[in-house]
């Protein structure tokens, strides 16, 4: 998290521009340089970069994410009140991929060379070539030109309408979904292929087990462990790849508050955008791990001998 932060603050300070020519720009500030620097040391940022980070941290440790330099209203509940709509956005795309990659990257294993397993591979690399931005845009464009349809660009809650929330977000998580399927599906087909072909499977088949039972119960559950991780792996491009969709469906999350951000160089805000999407990720690899002890019972075994 520290790194992060330092890294955030650093590039920042590299990018043309300062929050003080937004600030002139947007609300018509007088252009004097009595008045900028009168600017500056009302943004606390008269100061060299190590002594704003210094700052920085200070708050940090003290659980404030600091002020946003643009609008001057405190980061931390402007992230909270747009994290819902990031979340919901994540979910539902991870949960569309894993609806489309399990069951197709199972069947592909298990007929492996077929026709079908043909097919679902070509799927796998047509999903993974196509950006999810492209995806978007030509789904915005093209629908509105030819049938004068576009989609609903103002944000409803849930709690005002639920069904049409979820029909609003079916749209980008289907299309962010469909892209991160293709690497889910291609890893599913990997290790159902290598668990297929272990002695234990080779076992159940000559004991004359029925096909679901050793697929579903002695296949799939081994073979599940990399597939989680790589969950775990993604769900970074899944919540930087919000970043862009949200922008494009005019969804108030915060992907779209940092993209926001970088575009007036409030920094502030896009540090603590930053670390809460970094502490996001941490944590769910964190739960991923501890999975792998329900997922496969040799790691509690390895771990209760170790004791």
């Excluded at 590039?11 to 018509?28: A, K, T, W």
Aim: glycine residues 6%; neutral net charge.
């Amino acid at each position: 998290m520290f790194i992060v932060s330092l890294i955030i603050f650093v590039m920042m300070q590299l990018i043309p521009g300062s929050v003080i020519e937004n600030l002139i720009v947007d609300f018509q500030y007088r252009y004097e340089a009595y008045d900028i620097e009168e600017m500056k040391k009302d943004l606390g940022i008269d100061v060299p970069i190590h002594t704003q980070y210094v700052r920085y941290i200070t708050g940090l440790v003290q659980g404030d994410l600091g002020r946003s330099l643009y609008t001057n209203r405190p980061v931390t509940p402007d992230i909270l009140a747009r994290l819902p709509v990031s979340f919901e956005l994540g979910f539902l795309a991870l949960l569309i991929s894993l609806l489309i990659s399990l069951p197709i990257g199972i069947f592909s294993a298990i007929r492996q060379d077929t026709i079908g397993d043909y097919v679902a591979r070509s799927f796998a690399i047509l999903s993974i070539s196509l950006p999810s931005f492209w995806v978007a845009t030509l789904v915005i464009v093209y629908p509105s030109i030819w049938f004068k349809w576009t989609p609903a660009l103002q944000y409803i809650s849930f709690r005002q309408d639920p069904l049409a929330n979820l029909a609003q977000f079916m749209l980008p998580a289907t299309i962010m979904g469909m892209y991160m399927s293709g690497t889910t599906m291609r890893m599913t087909r990997t290790m159902m292929l290598e668990v297929l072909r272990q002695d234990y499977i080779r076992t159940a088949w000559a004991k004359g087990l029925r096909e679901r039972v050793v697929i579903i119960r002695h296949s799939v559950r081994n073979a599940s462990i990399p597939v989680v991780t790589l969950i775990g792996l993604m769900l970074a491009t899944l919540l930087g790849g919000s970043v862009i969709l949200e922008e494009i469906f005019a969804l108030p999350g915060l992907g779209r508050y940092m993209l926001e951000a970088v575009g007036r160089r409030d920094y502030i805000v896009l540090a603590g955008g930053t670390l809460v999407l970094a502490v996001t990720v941490v944590l769910a690899n964190l739960l991923i791990d501890i999975s792998y002890a329900w997922l496969d019972p040799r790691i509690r075994s390895a771990r209760t001998e170790t004791e």
